[in-house]
Protein backbone atom coordinates (compact mmCIF):
# COMPACT_ATOMS: atom_id res chain seq x y z
CA UNK A 1 0.00 0.00 0.00
CA UNK A 2 1.48 3.55 -0.90
CA UNK A 3 1.62 5.88 1.60
CA UNK A 4 -0.56 9.14 0.84
CA UNK A 5 1.68 12.06 -0.65
CA UNK A 6 1.55 14.99 1.58
CA UNK A 7 2.22 18.54 0.51
CA UNK A 8 1.11 22.23 1.63
CA UNK A 9 -1.48 23.73 0.06
CA UNK A 10 -0.35 26.69 -1.82
CA UNK A 11 -2.66 29.31 -0.16
CA UNK A 12 -3.09 28.68 3.12
CA UNK A 13 -0.39 26.49 4.13
CA UNK A 14 -1.97 23.17 5.78
CA UNK A 15 -0.17 20.53 4.66
CA UNK A 16 -2.41 17.34 3.97
CA UNK A 17 -3.02 14.65 1.22
CA UNK A 18 -4.82 17.17 -1.10
CA UNK A 19 -4.03 15.83 -4.41
CA UNK A 20 -6.46 12.89 -3.13
CA UNK A 21 -9.08 15.63 -2.92
CA UNK A 22 -11.10 17.47 -5.82
CA UNK A 23 -9.19 20.73 -5.74
CA UNK A 24 -5.50 19.31 -5.27
CA UNK A 25 -2.74 20.76 -4.37
CA UNK A 26 -5.11 23.14 -2.70
CA UNK A 27 -6.88 22.06 0.41
CA UNK A 28 -10.35 23.59 -0.05
CA UNK A 29 -12.01 24.97 -3.07
CA UNK A 30 -12.14 28.65 -1.21
CA UNK A 31 -8.26 28.62 -1.22
CA UNK A 32 -8.56 27.28 -4.88
CA UNK A 33 -10.61 30.64 -5.74
CA UNK A 34 -8.29 32.54 -3.51
CA UNK A 35 -5.31 31.65 -5.65
CA UNK A 36 -7.06 32.22 -8.90
CA UNK A 37 -8.04 35.39 -7.99
CA UNK A 38 -4.26 36.55 -7.03
CA UNK A 39 -3.51 35.46 -10.59
CA UNK A 40 -6.14 37.58 -12.13
CA UNK A 41 -5.36 40.78 -9.91
CA UNK A 42 -1.60 39.84 -11.08
CA UNK A 43 -0.39 39.29 -7.26
CA UNK A 44 1.06 36.39 -9.54
CA UNK A 45 2.99 36.63 -12.45
CA UNK A 46 5.52 34.42 -14.23
CA UNK A 47 8.13 36.93 -14.63
CA UNK A 48 10.57 34.79 -17.11
CA UNK A 49 10.25 35.15 -20.65
CA UNK A 50 9.07 31.28 -21.78
CA UNK A 51 12.48 29.91 -23.76
CA UNK A 52 12.80 26.46 -25.74
CA UNK A 53 15.20 25.66 -23.17
CA UNK A 54 13.12 25.51 -20.12
CA UNK A 55 11.39 22.28 -21.73
CA UNK A 56 14.16 20.32 -23.01
CA UNK A 57 13.61 16.95 -21.41
CA UNK A 58 9.92 16.83 -21.35
CA UNK A 59 9.65 15.36 -25.20
CA UNK A 60 11.61 12.81 -23.59
CA UNK A 61 9.24 11.60 -20.72
CA UNK A 62 7.19 8.22 -21.63
CA UNK A 63 3.55 8.94 -21.96
CA UNK A 64 0.63 8.33 -19.76
CA UNK A 65 -1.40 9.36 -17.24
CA UNK A 66 1.27 9.68 -14.23
CA UNK A 67 2.04 12.93 -15.64
CA UNK A 68 -1.05 13.93 -13.81
CA UNK A 69 -1.40 12.11 -10.92
CA UNK A 70 1.74 11.94 -8.85
CA UNK A 71 0.93 8.66 -7.02
CA UNK A 72 1.23 6.79 -10.32
CA UNK A 73 5.17 5.80 -11.45
CA UNK A 74 5.97 6.29 -14.74
CA UNK A 75 8.88 3.26 -14.33
CA UNK A 76 5.99 0.83 -13.75
CA UNK A 77 4.25 1.16 -17.68
CA UNK A 78 1.12 2.39 -16.47
Known amino acids: MKKDLKVVCPTCRKKGTWFRGDFGPF ?5 K ?3 L ?34 DLDPM ?3
Do not use: A
Not at 27 to 31: N, P, T
Not at 48 to 53: F, I
Open 37 to 70: GKWFEEEMVISDDLRPDLFRGYGDLPPGGYLDDP
Open 27 to 31: CSKRC
Open 76 to 78: QGR
Open 33 to 35: WVD
